[in-house]
């Protein structure tokens, strides 16, 4: 039986938090829309020493904001400003940095609907400009409630997932969320997933969630390119704030399963 815990993952996403106390002041102060993003690292490799976040459409004196990449989700975030519903990643604090070779790390649109997000960085292209790709997600608690799975199958092939005896799609390129998942046993529930090659079904996974009370799991199923085979990761949650987080307070690391 293969567990979360024992899947491999060649791809990374990274999450990074920014506390909104460590913001420059002109983000805190200024009029430009903000946002609160949390960024986490789908394996060690994708973490970086030096990241800034910078809002592409600020005056070129604009100065990036420093975040710290992660490799689980807990309280802690960053402000970040994003007049243009855009965010720029660097590995340098001056706003010129967005245009210079070897120095962008990625890009994001944020979601439309939410000024919260989990931001996803997968590597990028050998042969592209930025060293990741970044899909955001939102974590508000309308889009991401407590006691809940959200999937994202970021995959090109269709999955089935089976959680005791309830089989959920999940489309390539879409995001699935179980708000109210089956429960067996001790708070458990079997689960099975199902890769679709041709016209047959073959099983990838199988083990025991723990189904989330309070909290929540944000789980990825992507290809491997080392296998060619679609994978599974999990990453636990914390309950998400009934109002947006001011402090910089956080909770202990949950690593992925």
């Not at 989700?73 to 967005?98: C, M, Q, R, W, Y």
């Not at 109210?180 to 073959?202: D, H």
Request: include cysteine.
């Amino acid at each position: 039986m293969i567990r979360r815990s024992a899947l491999t993952a060649a791809f990374a996403f990274a999450s990074i938090s920014v506390s909104a106390a460590q913001a420059p002041a002109q983000v805190a102060q200024s009029k430009v829309p903000q946002a609160k993003v949390r960024l986490l690292a789908f394996s060690p490799e994708q973490r970086k020493p030096e990241v800034y976040a910078h809002d592409p459409s600020a005056a070129a004196d604009t100065p990036g904001v420093k975040v710290e990449i992660k490799n689980y989700l807990n309280h802690e975030s960053f402000l970040v400003a994003t007049g243009s519903k855009n965010v720029v990643f660097t590995t340098k604090p001056d706003h010129a940095s967005i245009g210079r070779p070897g120095e962008l790390i990625g890009e994001v649109s944020l979601p439309a609907t939410s000024n919260s997000a989990i931001l996803v960085f997968f590597p990028g292209k050998p042969d592209g400009k930025a060293t990741n790709a970044v899909l955001a997600v939102d974590d508000s608690k309308r889009a991401f409630p407590p006691g809940s799975f959200l999937i994202i199958n970021v995959s090109p092939h269709a999955v089935k997932l089976k959680l005791e005896k309830v089989l959920y799609d999940c489309i390539p390129g879409k995001t699935l969320l179980i708000s109210k998942p089956p429960e067996g046993e001790n708070y458990q529930a079997r689960m099975e997933a199902y890769v679709q090659k041709g016209n047959e079904w073959t099983r990838i996974a199988a083990g025991i969630w723990p189904v989330p009370e309070e909290t929540r799991n944000l789980s990825l199923l992507y290809l491997n390119p080392a296998t060619g085979q679609v994978c599974l990761r999990g990453f636990d949650d914390i309950r998400p704030a009934d109002e947006p987080s001011q402090g910089t307070a956080s909770a202990s690391p949950q690593p992925a399963r």
